[in-house]
């Protein structure tokens, strides 16, 4: 997939920014922390490519596929933009990574959260 994960500075929490021009299989947004729990409040993700793409926010990393789905697989349209806010956050299990599962296209995902 090819996917640069970028984590800014947070006072509080995670923010993770994946980007890539050829995304396509699954990849880790936020690493898991042993005894942790990873809570996003916020997941905002653009196609930047000419065609729909499908992707799916996981619970977890199993070969190719993410290994529960936390969102979709969702559509996004052509050079679109989708954003979610939650509250009270959405988990992964405990101990377990925050990753994404696309299509092949260009993406920008931007996760914020806390992990606790």
């Known amino acids: 997939m090819a996917i640069a994960v970028t984590s800014p500075q947070a006072k509080v929490g995670f923010i993770a920014n994946g980007t890539s021009a050829d995304a396509s299989g699954c990849e880790v947004l936020v690493a898991a922390v042993t005894g942790k729990t990873i809570k996003v409040r916020h997941v905002t993700f653009n196609n930047l490519t000419a065609g729909a793409l499908s992707f799916t926010l996981g619970d977890g ?5 993410v290994t529960a789905a936390l969102i ?4 996004v349209g052509a050079n679109s933009s989708l954003q979610w806010d939650f509250s ?29």
């Not at 990393?61 to 596929?65: D, E, Q, S, T, V």
């Not at 988990?91 to 696309?102: F, G, M």
């Open 61 to 65: 990393k199993n070969g190719a596929a």
């Open 72 to 75: 979709g697989p969702v559509s």
């Open 88 to 116: 009270p956050p959405m988990e992964c299990t405990v101990s377990t990574l925050l990753s994404i599962d696309v299509e092949a296209g260009s993406i920008c995902v931007f996760a914020q959260g806390v992990i606790e």
